[in-house]
């Protein structure tokens, strides 16, 4: 049993779970934006959240009901854990290590994050490409299957980091898929490529017509969380995915 | 000094109800000779973008294609509308308006603005 601050708190039992895909605020809001248009087409059903005492006291309203902002939602043998707020630094590695061990408990197939990374051309990028990093041969074989490229070298910052290393740590299959996106401004046309992405991998079949359709809406939406969520990005040196390992091959 | 620390935080907030407009997401940089910003002006035609350069800094008001409105909205729980972006940007050093450019590219604005040279004092070596 983990000794975790955090808990991941079922408020309807989730028998089964193939696949858990994890998307918090980050570069782009490229994950919050896929996973949240997802959750909305694919009618998914609020199953739980995760708790702390550390978390800052926070909670969001939706059609007058609270809600915790670190939630869980289900469909079939889908699991998403989603954020409406972008998670301070301090609270990453508590997080991750609640999240692996309660993957491993439902004897997930493949836990799965999301997000962007960051492209200097952005703007000269017609359809964003997605890459993956996966904790074994066996994951990277299920994305280059569903034709995603894997990412080859480089450093990876942030929540989606330490979610692969306690993966690694704990054995749990695991996998990061990125798009190539905006590092500031909020990228739907990234989100989009991830779900694609996504209905390759998992077999969703999630339309991105509405999103891009609503490209500026959204933008203009998720200004205030992209600010935010621009800090935090700061506290976990995400700058250092620009750079070049040492041992670079 | 507690609420006036809350007031910072509430400044940093990107609406102004009265002005009906939104202050955009903002990005700062420096090159030795340049200073960059760009902006990210969402439902925006580039004929509707006013730039100009003034003793606060950059200042940018775009009208928005079409009103934008959101229903119950914020602390305040009504129907708002916003019908453009507005900013002044400060500037990280004084820049020179000749030689200017602007670009706008799918929503996103950049400005590229001459640094100001300063005059170069040589100091001999003995």
């Known amino acids: 049993m983990s000794s975790s601050r955090v808990t991941v708190v079922e408020t309807s039992p989730i028998d089964k779970c ?41 909670i969001v309203v939706h059609d007058g009901v609270p ?19 972008p998670i301070d630094s301090n609270l990453i590695t508590p997080i991750v290590r609640s999240l692996v061990d309660w993957a491993e408990s439902k004897n997930v197939e493949l836990l799965i994050t999301t997000s962007g990374i960051a492209v200097p051309n952005r703007l000269e990028i017609e359809v964003p490409e ?50 190539q996106s905006h590092l500031k401004y909020p990228d739907p046309g990234a989100a989009a490529s991830l779900i694609n992405a996504l209905n390759r991998l998992v077999g969703f079949d999630v339309d991105t ?41 | 000094m507690l609420a006036l620390g809350l007031f910072d935080e509430l400044a940093r907030e990107m ?7 939104l202050a955009p997401l903002v990005s700062v940089s420096e090159t030795e000779d340049r200073v960059i910003v760009e ?35 914020g602390t305040v729980q009504r129907s708002c509308e916003f019908r453009s972006f507005y900013k002044i940007m400060p500037l990280p050093c004084s820049v020179v308006p000749e030689g200017a450019t602007a670009s706008f590219k799918k929503g996103i604005l950049r400005v590229e603005l001459k640094k100001r040279r300063e005059i170069e004092h040589r100091i001999s070596i003995t």
């Open chain 1, 67 to 85: 809600k915790p902002p670190l939630r869980l939602y289900h469909k079939n043998d889908v699991v998403f854990v989603v954020s409406e707020m």
């Open chain 1, 209 to 249: 017509k509405e999103l891009l359709v609503h490209e500026g809406e959204v933008r203009l939406r998720l200004r205030a969380l992209m600010q935010r969520t621009q800090e935090n990005m700061q506290q976990v040196k995400k700058g250092q995915e620009q750079e070049i390992p040492l041992l670079y091959s």
């Open chain 1, 18 to 58: 193939r696949y858990c895909l994890v998307g918090f605020p980050d570069v782009g809001l490229v994950s919050s934006i896929a996973l949240g248009h997802a959750i909305l087409q694919a009618q998914m059903t609020e199953v739980g959240h995760l708790e702390s005492d550390e978390f800052p006291p926070v």
């Open chain 1, 130 to 179: 997605v890459y993956g990093v996966a904790s074994s041969a066996a994951g990277r074989k299920v994305m280059e299957d569903a034709g995603i490229k894997a990412l080859e070298e480089g450093f990876i910052a942030g929540l989606h980091a330490a979610l692969m290393k306690e993966s690694l740590k704990k054995k749990v299959p695991s996998l990061i898929l990125l798009a």
């Open chain 2, 15 to 21: 609406w102004d109800l009265k002005r009906e407009s």
């Open chain 2, 39 to 73: 902006m990210d002006l969402p439902l925006v035609q580039k004929k509707d973008i006013r730039l100009r350069l003034i003793e606060e800094g950059l200042e940018v008001e775009a009208s928005l294609m079409k009103c934008v409105r959101f229903e119950r909205w």
